[in-house]
C-alpha cells in the first residue's frame, strides 16, 4: 500500500523569468501513463492488421463477383445463340412439315386423278385444312410455342393421311393392273409400219368385181414381207391360207373383241399361240383375192365387223 501511495515530486521549469512549478504525482500513474500508452499502441495495431485483412478479403470477393458475372454473360450469351439456332430449326421445320404436307395433297390429288382414269369408285381422302405456313416472325415465347404446337399438328395430320392412303394406295394399284391388263388386250397400235390406207371400212366399189359392196375392214398399203404385229395381247384362234382370204390370222383379245390379217406372205404364229401386243405375227403380202400387196385388218367385236380406225389410236412401242 504504501508503494501505491507513494508520490513523487515533479518539478517544471517553463523558461528562467518564470518560476519554477512543483507537482505531487503519484508513484502509480506515473508507472501506468507509459504502459496504457504501449497498449493503446498495441491494441490500435491489431485493429489496423485486422481492418486491412478484412480489406483484401473484401477485394477478393469483389473480384470472384466480378468473375463470375462475366462468366455468367458469356454462358448467357451462347444459351442466347443456342435459343436462336433451335428457332431457326423449328422455323426450318414447320416450313418443311408445310411443304411434304402440300406434295401430300398433291399426291393425294393424283391418285384421285388415277383412280378416275381406271374407274374406281372415288373415296374421300381426309385432307387437312389448308393453314398458311408463310408467317416465321419469332417475336415472342407465344409465336414459338404456337410454331411448335403447329408443326406438330402437321406431324400428326401427315402420318394420319399416310396410314389413310396406303390401303387406298393398294387398291388403286391393283385396278391399274388390272385396267393395264385391259389396255393391252385392247387393239390400239397400227398392225403394219405402213400409214397408206388404200381402202377404208364401210360401203365402196369393188376393185374386182367393180359393184358395190361392204368393205369390212381396213386396207394398209406396203410392200411384201413388211412386218405385221398383233394390235394386242390374245391368242391366236386361226391361221391358215384359204381363198378368198389368201394367208390370214385371226387373234382373240377376250372381253368379244378378236382381230384379222389377210393376204400375207408369211404367217409366224399358229392357232393356240398367246400373242403380246405388239409381237411380229407375219409379213405383208398378195395371197388369197387381192390386187397388190396390202394388209387387209379387221376388228370385230362381238362377232361384228366395226371400222378399225377408232382402234389405232397409236405407233406400235418397241419390245
Ligand atoms: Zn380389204
Redesign the pocket.
Known sequence: MKSLNARVKLVLIPDANRPVRHYNVPKVLFVATPALIILFALCSAIFILLNSSHLQQVEQLQEQLTLSEASYETLLQAREEQIAGLESDLASLSRQAAEVESKMTEIAELESQLKEIAGIEETVIPLSDGQGGEEFALASTDAETSLVSETKESFLQMTSMIDEMKPSLESTKKALIGYQRILDMTPSIWPADSRRVT?TFGIRRDPISGRSAV?????LGGNRGDPIYAAADGIVTLSERDYPHGNNILIDHGRGMETRY??LNKRFVEAGARVKKGQLIGELGNTGR?TGP?L???VIVNGDHVDPMPYIKEDRKEP
Open positions: 381402202s368393205h369390212n375392214g381396213l386396207d389377210l393376204h387381192s396390202h387387209h385388218y379387221e
